[in-house]
């Protein structure tokens, strides 16, 4: 649903909160990285992207409504049995994008959200913004810590190449972070002159 289906839901929300305890929740999700998927790949690409998030955001809740906000983010407003199973709902989600990809000639991109929630509370929410503006702060904790854990990988990957520059006693100026454990051992033993694929096959796969 698009932003102006949004705009009305929320006016409608209002009116339940001021007519008594309405039950409710919000998620909102971030499509991470569109920005740089456009400019290294095209909008086709980009385009890809909102449609997956799209259809795994639709197709994990049922009962509930998910709009299309902005460029990159999505709303859903939990309702119903959605509601009630949300927790397992959102492991599910993660799971799904986690799995998600999409194929560029021979790279993959993947399809990634930051997500946040939050469930009306009539001890504390006055109106839908309230609810919304936990989950915004909850989604971008989430993107923060996305970051940190994927620059500790980048940090880790650094320091495996470096340990194995070492064990080889010469500096490999091909190796890449990007590089397995075990292509990075085959590249190993060919800069120390071994040149043949079946004993290097035995070495690194034995």
């Known amino acids: 649903k ?8 929320i006016e409608e929300l209002n009116k339940e909160i001021n007519l008594g305890n309405p039950s409710f929740g919000v ?4 499509i991470n990285n569109l920005k740089k998927t456009n400019d290294t790949y095209g909008h086709d690409i980009g385009n890809e ?12 809740f049922k009962t509930s409504s998910v709009y299309r906000i902005g460029g990159d983010e999505f709303v859903v407003v939990l309702k119903g049995k959605d509601l009630e199973r949300y927790h397992a709902l959102i492991e599910k989600m993660d799971i799904a994008f986690s799995a998600d990809y999409i194929t560029v000639n021979d790279e993959t991109v993947p399809v990634s959200i930051a997500r946040g929630v939050s469930v009306f509370d009539s001890s504390i929410d006055q ?8 989950a915004d702060h909850a989604m ?5 810590d996305m970051k940190a854990a ?5 940090k880790a990957d650094r320091k495996l190449v470096n340990e194995i520059q070492m064990i080889f006693q010469d500096p490999i100026a091909s190796l890449d972070p990007r590089m397995t454990v075990k292509e990075i051992i085959s590249e190993g033993l060919v800069i120390q002159g071994e040149r043949d ?4 096959e035995e070495k690194v796969f034995p």
Do not use: C, G, W
């Open 2 to 9: 698009n932003s102006t289906a949004y705009t009305e839901a």
């Open 127 to 134: 109106v839908y913004s309230d609810v919304f503006a936990k």
């Open 140 to 144: 971008y904790m989430n993107k923060e």
């Open 49 to 60: 992207l909102i449609v997956h998030s799209a259809r795994i955001l639709t197709d994990m």
């Open 27 to 30: 998620i909102v999700a971030d």
């Open 150 to 154: 994927q620059e500790d990988h980048k």
């Open 197 to 200: 694929p079946k004993v290097i």
